[in-house]
């Protein structure tokens, strides 16, 4: 054999073990909520020596973010809590209002607290609207590093869900049938509908102006499903997957709620199966699609869980720094709080 040849064997042969290497199962470090049993976890699936579950003794947790320092922060129906990342310990809350959806800590040390009528008199039943949909009930607060009120924005509507600050500085806000987005001063800017959305959870807007969405219940309360969707800047679909035709029935797409875009293109996205106890053996309860809408990874644990709503995904993040989603992928930010890793 030639000796040209033989290198170009033994190149291909090593190509080929890279390839193997490369193909092993995908395993993540991830935070989740079971909102079924108001339940905070971390699950390594590399190193499971890091588990932890604790339980959440408020209703409706719901937004995750790192918010640096090995912290957590996470929202509740009465306002928001901080975890350290390595124990599980809780290390604060702050439990003064209720209808709260979402919380986001914002890069100069202040926390953004989004809910309904969350500081004013209680007139909803906490899951639904107020049947208002003309009146400024939808609140964005605005609190410093001491959770004193600062500032108090009050927008039209009567529903909101996760919150996400955009590049620009404006807000996508769910909105139950669609998506706004507000310019922080109290004003839509816009709105991007999509046929079969109800209880819209979560939106963030890509590099390229698109905007990547999960449906909440979508239509599966109509014999449906839930799914994802991409949008342009017009509104137009780009891409829509993870629905009931898309994928094997035993996922079960009953609810997408909170997700998250890898800098790989995948989506990670916590498949919620309803509220209480005993959602266990019902679907698949997070679930990874790459850009193609093809699932390569998934995860449940029929033993200890319930119904996941939301996924944080560790993988490679610095978590003394605070991280967002402004740019679609969970990146780090400067903050007044983060220290430099040690």
Known sequence: MPPSVFRRLIFISACLVVAVVRAGPIQHDFIAIDEGL???????????????LVHISKAHPRDLQL??????????????????????????????????SSVRRLPNGHTLVVGVDLDRPKKN???NPLGDPTGRHVIFADFDANDR?????????????????????????????????????????????VDGFTHAWKAVRLPNGD??????YGTSKQNGS?????????????????????????????????????PNGD?????WQGHGAGRNYSGVQILEFDPKGAIVWEWSDRAF???????????GLNTALLHDERNGTMEPLPSAEASPKG
Not at 68 to 96: A, F, P, W
Not at 253 to 259: A, E, I, L, R, S
Not at 267 to 271: C, P, S
């Open 211 to 216: 905007t990547l969405m999960s449906s909440g």
């Open 149 to 193: 009120l600062v500032n108090r924005i009050a927008y039209v509507g009567d529903y909101a869900r996760l919150v996400r600050e955009t590049a620009q500085g404006t807000y996508l806000c769910g909105s139950n049938t669609l998506f706004r987005e507000g310019d922080g001063k109290g004003n839509w800017i816009r709105e991007i509908p």
């Open 125 to 127: 039943k906490g899951d």
């Open 267 to 271: 989506v990670v996205v916590a498949n």
């Open 305 to 315: 869980v319930s119904s996941m709503q939301a996924v944080l995904v560790l993988d």
């Open 226 to 262: 839930a799914f994802m969707v991409e949008v342009d800047a017009a509104g137009k679909i780009v891409r829509k997957f993870g629905a009931a035709a898309d994928v094997p029935a035993g996922v079960h797409p009953y609810f997408y709620g909170t997700f998250q875009l890898l």
């Open 38 to 52: 108001n339940n905070l976890m971390r699950v390594d699936e590399k190193e499971p020596a890091k588990n932890w």
């Open 67 to 100: 918010v640096g320092n090995g912290r957590l922060l996470v929202s509740h129906d009465q306002g928001y809590s901080e975890y350290d990342l390595r124990t599980g310990q809780l290390l604060k809350d702050i439990s003064l209002y209720h209808d709260v």
